[in-house]
């Protein structure tokens, strides 16, 4: 992936980091052929796999560098936004002795690695996929190691592929520092000065949060984000919207969807996640308060409607504010009622969980007017870091008729169009989960009656392969 750097006041493009843990597999023979190859050796690649092993089927996962290298894409001060006791993949608990600490990625990628070494997994690394072709009875695969011929072929390289630039126009003058969030890993990388942080996600929030810690003027261009209650009544947040049943609620069963609403699936696939955890103290998470990152000093921004030079123009912030204001009291109020309703017939616990709570639910807040207009030069910023996400794109898949405009995959739940062609791990591809450590292999095991069909196996697990597969529903067969 290219890297923006930082270069004396200018911008460069370098390759990225491409060094891996592992020596690389052996090549593969120009005869392999296998039932199914998987291409990504990260949370949902690793869950798959061990499905795929306990039904017996032949199979093996191309990883291009090494287990888990995408966590390495991570700033220094990072850590999980999900506790650890919420880990979980395929037949895998978190059994550490850390259950409401928050991982760094040195440890994500050493837990996958040693779920993947304990299962005697069939990995690949350093095995990149350079092009996959439709072929008579499956798929042509070219590796960097050699061809491989496969019946089917599963997607699990998740969908941060490019980093995405702003969709506004774009054009910062040359004198000024732009750096990716892909790319950030502490304020020393950027020139002395205040930074500009664009994009109001989870990324955005923390690594605004990290600058500000550090002793940086922090401009920060919010997205419409609202902020949830990291940790509620003795409970993690997480551990209420699991057991409430939303966490893993499967995309064809919100609300909407059941209720017939149009655009309803298309909604609940783009559903952003709110902003649910920020850095914390001895590895534990904290809420993100906007409220809190104001009176911390962070000037915060509207959307970012354009950059020419050294000129940036943002919307009004005050009506998203008080939108974000709102939908967090509201998340609070849900949450709230979870545990009064769990609570209502067993003990509450005393605990000092009242200092998660963003301070926007309980200290009335009219937002300032903020700049619509920001001459960087003359505000003293000197960098960039856009936190705007990542483009999904597979370069080396080529075959028609599996994606749409917008590059997302087509077909139900991760079940293309094309037969034997299969997608996992993206978020909300099938749940809200997806994506997330905290997924079980759940998104596998509805994956495995698909995947049996499509190679005439349906009944060697005993299993009905009409029950547990991909939810088909009427109208809802493609991804928006």
């Known amino acids: 992936m290219p890297r923006i750097e930082a270069d004396h006041g200018r911008t460069r493009v370098t390759s990225a980091d491409t060094s891996v843990f592992a020596p690389p597999a052996p090549q593969p023979s120009s005869a392999d052929r296998l039932e199914v190859a998987i291409i990504g050796a990260g949370q949902a690649g690793l869950s ?7 039904a017996g089927i032949q199979h093996r996962v191309l990883e291009a560098d ?25 037949g895998h608990a978190y059994a550490g002795d850390d259950p409401e600490g928050f991982m760094a990625a040195p440890e994500v990628i050493q837990r996958l690695r040693d779920y993947a070494s304990e299962r005697s997994l069939p990995i690949h690394e350093g095995c990149a996929v350079l092009r996959v072709t439709p072929k008579a009875g499956g798929y042509a695969i070219e590796s960097s190691r050699g061809p491989i011929q496969a019946a089917a072929v599963v997607v699990a390289t998740g969908e941060y592929g490019r980093p995405r630039m702003p969709r506004v126009p774009f054009a910062p003058g040359p004198a000024l520092a732009v750096l990716h969030s892909s790319n950030y890993r502490n304020s020393q990388q950027l020139p002395d000065g205040a930074v500009l942080v664009i994009g109001g996600g989870q990324s955005g929030a923390q690594i605004a949060q990290d600058l500000r810690a550090s002793g940086r003027n922090v401009y920060w261009s919010l997205a419409e984000r609202h902020s949830h209650t990291r940790r509620l009544r003795g409970k993690d947040s997480m551990t209420w919207w699991d057991m409430a049943g939303r966490i893993h609620q499967h995309v064809s069963e919100s609300a909407g969807v059941l209720a017939g609403e149009p655009d309803a699936l298309r909604k609940a696939r783009t559903a952003e996640f709110p902003l649910i955890s920020g850095k914390g103290r001895a590895g534990l998470g904290s809420s993100i308060s906007l409220l809190a990152m104001h009176r911390e000093g962070i000037t915060l921004l509207g959307r970012l409607q354009g950059f020419d030079a050294d000129i940036a123009r943002f919307a009004d912030v005050r009506p998203q504010l008080r939108t974000a204001v709102e939908s967090t009291r509201s998340e609070y109020a849900y949450l709230d009622s979870l545990a009064s309703g769990y609570y209502a017939t067993r003990p509450e616990p005393r605990t000092d969980d009242a200092r998660y709570i963003p301070e926007e639910v309980y200290l009335h807040w009219e937002p300032d007017a903020s700049p619509r207009e920001l001459d960087l030069n003359a505000a003293g910023i000197r960098s960039v ?15 028609d008729g599996v994606l749409d405009e917008h590059g997302y995959p087509l077909g139900e739940f991760g079940v293309s169009p094309q037969p034997g062609l299969f997608f996992i791990g993206m978020h909300n591809l099938q749940r809200m989960s997806s994506s997330f450590l905290c997924n079980g ?39 928006a």
Do not use: K, Y
């Open 66 to 90: 090494t287990v888990g290298a995408s966590w390495r894409r991570r700033w220094d001060s990072f850590q999980t936004n999900t506790a650890n006791a919420t880990m979980a993949l395929h």
């Open 385 to 399: 870091v856009l936190a705007t996400g990542f483009v999904a794109e597979w370069p080396w898949l080529h075959v």
């Open 48 to 54: 798959l796999s061990a499905v795929l092993q306990e």
């Open 441 to 479: 292999g759940r998104d596998a095991r509805d994956l495995l009656p698909a995947i049996l069909r499509h190679l005439g196996r349906a009944g060697s697990t005993g299993s009905d392969p009409g029950q547990g597969s991909c939810r088909a529903r009427p109208g809802a067969t493609r991804n």
